[in-house]
Nanobody, 122 residues
């Protein structure tokens, strides 16, 4: 069974920083692209940042220059460092990963974490 477990959400003042982590687990599986999405109240889920296994990263325009995504392939972990947080960054942040396995004929599948709430206050 594949699962993602996020940690690090919480309450922070505008202008502050917060770091999120997400650990992927599942025997026999390899994790490919990993990333973060977010969903604010009343809005659709949107991409925040994604990083390939080879560490190529892409960011949403709204977070470029403020957020940094990174990963530790040995630990199947992806991180999101969030700096200069704004009120509009308030959302539930979801970890995301694609994965595959030989037992599944190398089919590319995806899995989501349960989400972690980030609240930015004045």
């Amino acid at each position: 069974q594949v699962q993602l477990v996020e940690s690090g959400g919480g309450l922070v003042q505008a202008g502050g920083s917060l770091s999120l982590s997400c650990v992927a687990s599942g025997d026999g599986f390899s994790f490919d692209s990993m990333g973060w999405y977010r969903q604010a109240p009343g809005k659709e889920r949107e991409l925040v940042a994604v990083i390939t296994y080879g560490a190529t990263a892409n960011y949403a325009d709204a977070v470029k220059g403020r957020f940094t995504i990174s990963r530790d392939n040995a630990r199947n972990t992806v991180f999101l460092q969030m700096n200069s947080l704004k009120l509009e960054d308030t959302a539930v942040y979801y970890c995301y990963s694609t994965y595959y396995s030989e037992a599944d004929d190398w089919r590319n599948r995806e899995v989501w974490g349960q989400g972690t709430l980030v609240t930015v206050s004045l």
